[in-house]
């Protein structure tokens, strides 16, 4: 049997050992308390080695530290911290982007307009925590195949409107297009322009360079929106349409765009849509649609069935 001071100095170990277990848990995944916004809980990579997580929420803060550590060698590291010039209330895991890139999407507060960011850092890294885009109502939207994220810039003092893509594989910036932006009022503010998303048709082209943008130009509380179809680069529109508050435009095809909430069709219980089809900056075909209430993908058109 095992004498007493044995069994004592066991004891003593395994709670040393549990202690510094928990000590070690807690820096690498903190237990925050619930925050009135996401303010995201810790993420593990796809393949199991990285682990992200936050500073906890506190009202009276305006920055939050990022980091990651290394489940390998239990190594936490700083990523960095969010943008000093917003009052970031929630910053959340949004994508792995590889095996060490990973995304995060943050918010100024919950509202309609506050603004909206996307970072991006190599959790093998530290300080690598980037703010890559930023705009107020929209967020920038991020697509997978190639990897990318599209955002607007409206500027209410120069009423203009940048459209932007970062594509991941490539590494590189570019501007998608310039233009005026639709003011909301006339008090000359930065965030005084409706809200713009952009959606290329980056994903359907050969060699994934953008020919032909879609701008859903409305806010979200905007009774009606409008949809635009440009050609790039030069940025002519080839076709617009206004539709219902909630209406917006998909790509389907490299040449066709479905356009949502039309209008609603009461004996079919549901929003009409409609296909469009371009060739040579041309519209040359359109075909009509109903979406059911709670559907959310139509029948393709002739041309593409």
Not at 4 to 15: C, D, P
Not at 263 to 272: C, E, L, S, T
Not at 280 to 304: C, H, K, R, Y
């Amino acid at each position: 049997m095992l004498n007493r001071s044995l069994v004592a100095l066991i004891i003593t170990f395994a709670i040393g050992g549990l202690t510094a277990w928990q000590q070690t848990t807690a820096q690498t995944n903190p237990a925050c308390p619930p925050a009135p916004l996401r303010n995201g809980d810790a993420v593990t990579s796809p393949d199991g080695r990285y682990r992200v997580h936050f500073e906890c929420w506190d009202a009276e803060q305006t920055q939050y530290d990022v980091y990651a550590t290394d489940l390998q060698t239990q190594e936490t590291i700083l990523l960095g911290q969010t943008a000093m010039d917003l009052a970031t209330d929630s910053i959340y895991v949004y994508d792995w982007i590889s095996e060490t890139m990973v995304s995060f999407r943050a918010e100024t507060g919950g509202g309609t307009y506050n603004w909206r960011s996307f970072y991006v850092a190599d959790v093998a890294e530290a300080g690598s925590l980037t703010e890559l885009a930023r705009d107020y109502v929209s967020r920038p939207r991020y697509e997978t195949s190639p990897k990318r994220v599209e955002w607007s810039v409206e500027d209410g003092i120069d009423q203009t409107l940048t459209v932007y893509q970062y594509n991941f594989e490539r590494e590189a910036l570019q501007v998608l297009y310039r233009g005026a932006c639709d003011l909301r009022d006339d008090l000359g503010l930065v965030t005084s322009c409706h809200m713009v998303t952009p959606n290329s048709n980056t994903a359907w082209v050969e060699a994934h360079e953008p020919t032909h943008l879609i701008l859903n130009r409305g806010d979200s509380i905007s009774a009606t929106k409008r949809i635009e179809l440009r050609a790039l680069p030069r940025g002519e529109v080839i076709y617009e349409v206004e539709t219902l508050g909630g209406g917006h435009a998909e790509w389907v095809a490299v040449d066709t765009i479905a356009v949502y909430e039309l209008a609603f069709d009461f004996k079919a219980r549901g929003y009409a849509g409609l296909f469009v089809r371009f060739e040579n900056d041309v519209i040359t075909q359109q075909e009509g649609f109903v979406l059911p209430v709670g559907e959310s993908v139509p029948a393709l058109p002739a041309w593409l069935r």
